[in-house]
Structure formats: structure tokens, C-alpha cells
């Protein structure tokens, strides 16, 4: 078998102490070895190294760091510099500033703001990612290219607006077709030509702010277009090193990009992870929505081993009060990741400097340099696990459970004027979901609209509000052929243009309910239903249903909705789909959820997980599985474990209940 390892590594800035570098980089090859590092990805910000004056370069240094990482058996994980720009770009070039909504260009200044239409931006990243391309790819450090960091797009600037309009023509064709497809007739907004169509602005008199198919439209650009921009970074790099898988890292649920659009353009899905643990009962639910995020970014990257490209080995510096993850934090962090199917744990940053605005977050080593601090001891212990887990790098989820998280449905959801205005909770509820099916003890893949459905035997969808072309028809084979569907409230109200059904909605004939009202509450208002012999409050969102076909298996308990059906239940072809109508809370999902897909035979990793406890599932390419069990509690929790396992972190077998320690991840291959 060939030699399987995590990545361990960290954003490396060596630039930073150029001054210093010869005490300095030789220094840090040693720490990074001493740390069981084997991985630094450099060239994030160098753009201002790289180039100091347009149209010289100058890649000697860099030349001296890729030389001393092959030198130190470190991989290299090269960037590209668009993240950031030096100041004779913007001086000499200012069409690379963007323009804000209100149509006012920026300053130089911070990061992550070009104008991704520029052709003067465009042209040099061309270049420079070009030379970058050419010079090292035959160098024996290079592992991996990441390209530019943490991408964002919105730019109102002339050119943008251009590029807006020309996509509008490509999509819809005629103006006609457009108006048709925005019901610009409502207030007499039709458009004559494609040149009068603006994007929108923030919620002002400015200009077009109220319009949903307008500003989805907008959205859709800005993440096509920042789509095209990355392809056009990813060019001279596949073109001069095709065999060098290419990545960028994502946020998690950034709203400003489609991450499964962007995501199937990669070889590598991989993601900046700062949770801001509390040290209290907080860091439960901290830990399940990091769960979730890995998840969904795993969902974007097609299921495939992702990587977790920052993460922090102490306090983070830029929120608002920066607490201290306790002893123990990183290591469980690091493993987490790895149970939602990382192959690497990676830190922000290897060195802090000594100034700049992150010269107090957390790092592996301090602007001295030093080792005996709490930090280092951490990223140790990281590495020690790793070792110790290394087997399970490189092996897959098999989740049979899929949850959808669509940016499209997202999008129309933000701009709805209904139910909680500019609060549909689209994030919060999806990531609910997610978190009771974890409870339940499931592993669960995220997927978009767009994704097969053929591995799955239960597709939960909630809040699909806009449902994509071809979704509904797919959802209902998928029952039909035996599957298992969940919808909740506010599902499949408008077509992929934001437009209300005239016909029969698609979703109607799959769940056998007809929505006849949406209802939505502030504190204060309260319903609830009973389910299994307990009572379960509902709160904020109800919508009123009429059957049409499907049964009802718990029915609203108060006011003028006593009586209508809440859960339904339709039987299509060899399959079923269920309805809840109303939001509820994490626990009463994880008894629903839990309860209607063990009813479905479909079963948990683990039965009877104690509260506070998860587990999830890698298997490699044999079918070996392994077994993570997180325990988020604060305290020792034990599981009984189905049949017999191998610890992976002391080598001890096992077969019945296990104790797991406080705030800890353990990980066992299958006997
Ligand atoms: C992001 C960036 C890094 C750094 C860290 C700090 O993830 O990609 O450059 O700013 O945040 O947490
Ligand atoms: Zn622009």
C-alpha cells in the first residue's frame, strides 16, 4: 500500500523577514520539522516581492524558499498572488479598484478588492501567474497550486456593469425575454435595451434594490463572473503544469458565490476553518455548525477528500473579543476536520509577524520564533495524531443521508418579500437540519440541486424555496424509485427565474400537499403539535396546507390552525415523501428526522449516541471503514459500539461500550 499522510502544514510568509532571513528561514525549516509539519503554502500576498515594479520580476527569493522547502522534504502548496495588490498597481492601473454600489471607486488599500473585469488586472495575473507556472513546474516542492485567497466579487463599476450586461444578453437573449422573466411590467420597469439594466444597490432610493429577479440576476452574475475570473487564473497553470491539482479556499456559506459552481472547476475543494470555541456549553452547537461547514465543503468539492487550508493553533485576533481555545482545542479541531473527510490539518499562520493587522492571531511559532509555548506543544500533538490516524488518509464518506444547501435557492430567499424579510434563516435551518440528523447519529453528505441523487436513500430538503430546472422532476424519480424525500416549509414557491407557478406547482404531486397560506411569527407567538406521545413547539414560520394526497401524521394543536396537517406523509411509487410545515427546533428534527428514516430502514453509523456526542464514517478504497465518535461535551461520555473495533489513537480493540474523553475525537478502524 502506498505510503499514506495527512497534510500538516500552514500559510508560510517567509517575505515578511527578508531582513532576517538568514537566521530566520533556516530557523524555520527546523521548527516546521520539530512540529511534524510537511506542508507550507507560500506566495499567498507576495505579489509586491514578485513584481516590485510593473513588468519586473524578481523570483530569486522565491527560488531560495521552494529550493530550502524541497531541501526540508516539505511539499509546497504555491499561490497565486491576485489575492493582493502592491500600490504602484492601483497608482498606475486604477481601473484594478472596484466600485462600491453606491458607484464610489475605492483607494488602495487591505485585500480581496480588485476588479475581477479590469483588463488591466486581468492582463497581469495572466502574467504573472503564467511565470509563476512556468518556473516552477518542473520544481520539486510543488504540490499544489492556491489560487489567489479567499475570493469574493462585487463591483459596480462601469466595466462590471458591461460584463452584467452582457451576461443578461447571453442568459436571456431578447430584452423582451428579460422583462418577461423579472415581471418588469410591474411598475413600469421594462427595459428597451440591455445598455439601461443596472445592478442593484443596497437597500436605498439609489437604484434598483427592491426587484428579487433583478438582484438574483445580479447574484448570479457575480458568482459567474468570479467563476470565469478563476478560470482564467487556472489557465497558465494547467496549461504549463496539468498534473498539479489547483484549489482555492473557500468560507464555508460566503453568500457571494456559488462554492458547487466554483467547486467542480477544482481538482480540490479546500477551506479556512475558525470556529470561535467559547470554553462553555457554547462550543457544542460551535462544534456542530463547524461540522456542518465541513460537510458542505466537502459537498462542494463532490464528496472527495477535501482540505482544511487554514485553521488556528490559538486565538484568532479579528472578532470581536478573541477568547482562548483551551488545551485540547486544536487537537479536536484538527481531528474533527479529518472525520468530515479532510486530508490535511493546516494553520494560519506558520510565523506571526511582527506587525501588520495580524500580528497578534494565533500561530504555530511567535515573531521570535520560540517553542516552548502552549501552541507549538499543540500543533505537536496534531502531528502525533496524525501519525498515528495516517491509514485513514485518502478514504471517502459513503453517506447514504443527502441535505440539500443550494446558493440559488439561498439567493431568492434573501431577496423574498415574505415571511421574515432579509431573516429567512436559510443558513440556520439547513445547518438545524444538519445537526439533527447528526444527533440522530447519521453522517450526511450536502449537496446543491444540481448533484446526483443516485447514492443516496433519503434526500432531506429544507427551505428549497426556488427550485433550480430539472430538481422536482429528479426529487420525484428519486421517490419513485424507493427514495426517501423530506421538504419543509417554504419549499418550491418560485422557478429558477424567481417566477410563481401558474400551472400546478412541481412539488405537488410529490408530497401530496397543496400550500395554501405562509405564516410568520415574532417572539411571543406560539403553536405547537404532538408526536409520538410528546409535545413540540413550533415557532417563527407555519405554513397552512390542504392534502392533496398525502396523509397527515401530526396535525397544528392551537388557534385557527388546530386541526391542519403539520407532518404529512405520501406514499410515490416505491418511495415517500414527507412534509413538515412548520420550523422547529434541532431536537424535535432529530426525533423526526431520526424517526422517519429508521422507519424508512435506513440506518445510523452508531445507534443511541449520548447527547453531545457524533459520529461519522471514511472509508478507504478496500472498504476499510473508520469510525470517528466526537464527544463535544466537557466531560467523559460512553457509546456502545455495534461490533468490534481497533482503536487508531493507542491500538486497542474493543467490542461494546467505549468511553470517549471529554472533548476529544477518537478514531477506530472497523474489525
Ligand atoms: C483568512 C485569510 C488569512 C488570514 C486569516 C486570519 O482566512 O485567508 O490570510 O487573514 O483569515 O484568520
Ligand atoms: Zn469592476
Redesign the pocket.
Known sequence: MADKHFLHGA?YNPEQWMKHKAAVWQEDMRRAKEAGINELSVG?FSWAFLEPEDGVYDFTWLDEVMDLLAANGMKAILATPSGSRPPWMAEKYPSVLRMDNERKPYVYGARHNACYSSPDFRRKVTEINTRLAQRYANHPALYMWHVS??YNYECHCPRCQKAFQAWLKERYGTIDELNDSWWNTFWSHRFSSFAQVESPTTPSFLGEWESPNHNLAWRRFCSDHLADFFQLECEPLRKYTPNIPVTA?LMHTFPGIDYFELGRRMDVVSW?N?PRWKNDERDRDISEWTGFRHDLMRGTGGQKPFLMM?S?PGA?N?DDVNTLPPPGTVLYQSLQAIAHGSDSVQY?QFRAGRGGS?QF?GSVLPPDGSTDNRAFREVCEVSDALCRIAPVCGSRTRNRVALVYDWHARWALDYAWTAHRFHQKYEETVQSHHAALCRAGYGVDLIDQKSDLTPYRAVIAPMVFLLREGFAEKLTAFAEAGGLVYLSYMSGYVDEEDLRFITQPPLEALTGVRTDELDAWDKGHENHFCWQGREWPIHQVAQLCSLRGAEALAVYERQFYKGMPVLTRNRVGDGVCYTLQARVDTDCLTHVLGGLLREGGIPPLVEHLPEGVTATARYDEDGQQYLFLLNTNREAAQVALPKGYRSLMDGRETNGPVMLDAFSVTVFAAL
Do not use: L, R, S
Open positions: 500559510d499567498i485567497n479567499e479556499n479556512d475558525y487554514e488556528c484568532v479579528w494560519f495580524e492571531h
